[in-house]
């Protein structure tokens, strides 16, 4: 249900905006958000956003780079990032699910992910 796109290959400092797309609505869903995995340091949730709201959150390792967006016309998430360092190299993968929103909490619907190496 979930697709991610824009990943790639970037120098430091450079910018990349990921694309989520859902095959459904998703106003389905309350919550979506964006993760990242690396072997080393496991999953860490980047940034989430409330369908259909303001609010955002964010993980501090990227907040002030980092930005989610909403389309609910496209039924699509971004993730806008900026200022990228070599430490971001990591498999992101979108998620979505039910209210409460946030990163600390768990989702059950998941893409197949887009890489980003940072170099």
């Known amino acids: 249900q979930l697709v991610e796109s824009g990943g790639g290959s970037v120098q430091s400092g450079g910018s990349l905006t990921l694309t989520c797309s859902s095959s459904?609505?998703?106003?389905?869903?309350?919550?979506m958000a964006w993760f990242r995995h690396t072997p080393g340091q496991g999953r860490e949730g980047v940034a989430a956003?409330?369908?259909?709201?303001?609010?955002?959150y964010y993980a501090d390792s990227v907040r002030g780079r980092f930005t989610i967006s909403q389309d609910k016309a496209k039924n699509t998430v971004y993730l806008q990032m900026n200022s990228l360092k070599p430490e971001d190299t990591a498999m992101f993968t979108c998620?979505?699910?039910?209210?409460?929103?946030?990163?600390?909490?768990?989702?059950?619907?998941w893409g197949q992910g887009t890489q980003v190496t940072v170099s």
């Open positions: 459904v609505n998703i106003d389905n869903f309350g919550c």
């Open positions: 998620a979505s699910d039910d209210p409460p929103c946030g990163l600390q909490y768990v989702y059950n619907n």
């Open positions: 956003i409330v369908v259909g709201g303001d609010r955002k």
